[in-house]
């Protein structure tokens, strides 16, 4: 389904934000760990969707209801991901760690995903060969296979996925794992207080540092997830581009800093309460100078896009520099299509913003689709926005959200 947008309609009123995906999709791989798991706060996506099926597949009983989720994963005996929901996601490829714990095996595609670049898991399978586990990868299938056991392991590169899936073998291996060079993402603080939550020991969840002592088997939990960051910011940037003031709900201040940072430099005003946020527009958006995409507690590499928008939208001239992901300037052509200047070299952009017009956009991943969204909220006149599916793995209806504090959207 299309999105129909009409631009320059300020947003006024008041959104909640949900559980993280990011948070979610690890926690829901650790789940087959331990013992029943009852979640609250999940939000419902497509790539939610997809790792139940997942779960399911491998032999767990899931039950849903609203933001709650119940999984059993007593019955499970399988470990074996086929193509199906596992190619379609990125994040499948945490179920290797949690394969690898639970039965010392796993058989699963090599992920899918957002095509945001080549996206290996080079880091992911010399972790797990140093923890003593062989890993294999042929004819697209990676299959792995040893009991896991502790022991220093340091990432080249701080990597959210490789740092979730070390942590899921490391909690019921035998020994101590000492992660060095770990991310420090909130998502991985999230997995890490989940699995606490069933037994494990970890020290130091959320540092670069991350010791993991083995237990011999996990219990169940009941854990209510993190709110998304990465939508409270794309809500943040909605309001900037399209003006207006909103208040929004269950964000976590540190979360949200480095966003925060960059929109005050486009001359919007941002307060933090004990539970939410206030976004008031600016009448001229500036330019922030020089965002980099960085490694949290830096400036999101998932909320770029949205920015980029946020600029196109502005009079001024900035530079995105993307330093995470190889591939992420694809909205740079349909920004150009609406009137923007952008000039790409390597890693860099330079943005110069003009007054943005409507017109047919196609998303190509996810972030980028919401950015498309926020763009044609500022912009003159009517945008279709086709591939709005991408948008969906991320974002519970992003249209509905944003309509219900004054923005048009319909679907066609
Ligand atoms: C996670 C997030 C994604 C976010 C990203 C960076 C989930 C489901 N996805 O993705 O939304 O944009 O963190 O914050 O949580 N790399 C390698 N080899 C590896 C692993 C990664 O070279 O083995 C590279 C990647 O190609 C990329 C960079 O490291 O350039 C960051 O990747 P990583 O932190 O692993 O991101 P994901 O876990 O895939």
Redesign the pocket.
Known sequence: MDYIVSGKYPLNGKLRVYGA??AV??ILAGSILGGVVFLKNCPRLSDVSYTLEILRRLGCRVAESGDEIIINPAPANSWRLDAGPAGE???S??FLGALIGRYGRAELPMPG?CR??????????KAFREMGVEVDVSGGIIYAEGQPRGTDVHLD??????T?NVILAAVTAKGITTLSNA?R?P?IADLCNFLSAMGARIHGAGTATVRIEGVPFLRGCEYSVMPDR?VAATYMCAAVAAGGEIEIENVIRPHLEAVADALRRCGAEIYFSSYGAAVRAPRVIHSPGIVRTE??PGF???CQSQLMAVMACGRESGVVVEN???SRFKIVPELRRMGAEIRCQGPTAIVRGGSLHGCELKAEDLRGGAALVIAALGAEGESRISGTDYIARGYQDLAGELRSVGARISFQ
């Open positions: 995906k990011n999709l690890p996601m990125r994040s490829v945490n995903g945001l670049g080549s996206r290996p898991i080079d880091l992911h399978i590169f701080p990597s959210v996925g490789a979730e991310a993402e998502e990465i490694v949290y999101p590499t998932d995470i992901f190889e």
